[in-house]
């Protein structure tokens, strides 16, 4: 096998942390009024708006890093010009959870769910959020459990000693 | 401990012979031994004994930085150091003049002696009396003959003779019983005349010396294996060889040793192919450099049964399964050789299709090495940078190697009258074909996918284990070889 033990526990635990971050951190910020939403009631956004929203997230983000890691243990690039266009397959793969994202972001205005459950002022601080979760739950899960040759493949990968 | 192998080879086809050995040795082929080798010739800018010596040494250049490594790694791969005496010429002592009749010293004898002047004129002719003999006896054993026999004891004292027969005086030491082997052709000029008076001389310097019975002899002969025909209006230059008297020569050397000279040799090899391979005419120096040729693959087979066996009173026949091809069946041993020729071709195949290519690809940028190279470089480590000199080196050295050793596989498969069947010689050049190099691969296809994919032998050597100590360009070689053995 190419992908280690502790690649593999951290392909669990990085996800699992993700989940806490996303569904039970998060929703405390709004629930606490540390981020104030004047537009919507935040008890009835929650379950209708941002959970629905940030499961799209998580979504997107979980299956790129896992499809990543997968890919590379299954097929490792071995010539340097494979590893190149494998750096670049990377950044597209980054693409997913981000487009998840931006479409989480505008599935949340009033436009999209209405005056009851979508929130305009909710826009800027998710576009932060799910930005750190992107990082939190792609890059950071690929630059840390990327296996064999492609370790050091995702940007920034080195910090980790990868 | 087994025991050391001296070998003399005689004019340009025991070059060539020693060239597989070379080839053999780096495959593994032979012990841990060293093999020691004197070539004879007096042709000293023969193409044959260039290449072989050109062969020779690249690959003690490569032995030699892989030494270490192969002990500690404990593989068999370059297990062979060789130590070479160079080039012996007849005409050592006498470098302007190379006429026979003035190494006879014609003139004087004339003076001196009419009629041992005449005799010397019924045996040569004018031409043959006036030729210049740096290009070699011209396919004439009665020419290289009288120029051999003018050997003498005394001159087995002095270097490079005195050093080699000191050393196999030295290697009979502790009970042990070095082997000296004369190889050549017994149907051109250089090796017919000069096989059996350097064998005579050495078996009487061994009496002498009280060790004859601790040193076995063998002689390697070639019968014919190739021809040629001179093309019209080719410079000659005088006196040639013509491939019409070659089953003459042969005819009547053997004869010679029947009857004259079966005492002289412990062990006897006779080599030939019933098709001869079509060469291009040459009168010698640089242009007689004739393609490598599958018996000559046999010939190093035969080094090596003289080397690790001790055959008695036997008489040993190897032939093929069937004319006009050659399998790795038809070859003696042939489980152990194919395992070490396939190995080594398939490390050297890499080594240049890949390995070797990335290097010097990521040699600007020693500091973003790629993670199945960091187990042997090190941009902290002065000694195991990437672009240190030593390293680039190491890498040179190894590259050359691999491209001789493919160079000569390849030649060797392109035999104009025979089919040789080992490996798919045209897949040298091209990249990632390593599953397809190897003819009749025994391997089940699911490892030969698992093995052969470059990507998986670059994840091994990416977990190469730090303990192993397997450093630089010569621990990745050594690596590789281990990771892509079969």
Redesign the interface.
Known sequence: M?ITTVEIIRLFVFPIMGLLLMFVLQPALYQSQIIRLTDVTVEKWLPNGYYPQASLVFGCAIFAALAWCVWNTM??????S??KSRSIAWWILSLVPILGAVGATIWSRKAVLGDKFGSDVATLSLVALFSLDILFLYWLTTATTTP??A??LPPGARLFG? | MSSKLFVICIGGSGAKCFEAITQLAAAGLYSEQSIEVLFVDPDEANGSMERARRSLNTYQQCQKLMSGEQRQANVSWMQTPIKSYDLWSPFADQPFNRELSSFFQYNSIKNDSPSLANFFDVLYSPEERVQQLDEGFRGRPSIGAAVMSQINLNQLDKAPWGSIIQEIKNATGGGNNPRVLLCGSIFGGTGASGIPTIARLLSNKFEKEGIRKSVRLGGLFLLPYFSFTVPPGANTNGIYASADQFLLNTEAALRYYVTQASSLFDTVYLLGNEDTAKVDFSVGKKTQSNRPHFIELYAALAARDFLLQDRQDALMLVARASGGVLNWDDLPDGAVVRRGLVNAARTAYLWLSDIQGELEAIRTSPGNLPPWTKPFYDAKDPVFRLDADSQQNEIKIISSWSADYLRWLRDVHQCDTDQVRFFNHQMFSTKEKLSELVIDDPRDPKSKQRQDGIPWIKEELRRQKSTDNRRGGVGLATSLYLNTNI
Do not use: E, F, L, Q
């Open positions: 190419i097929s490792p690039p071995g010539a340097m494979v590893r064999g040759n370790r050091d990868r």
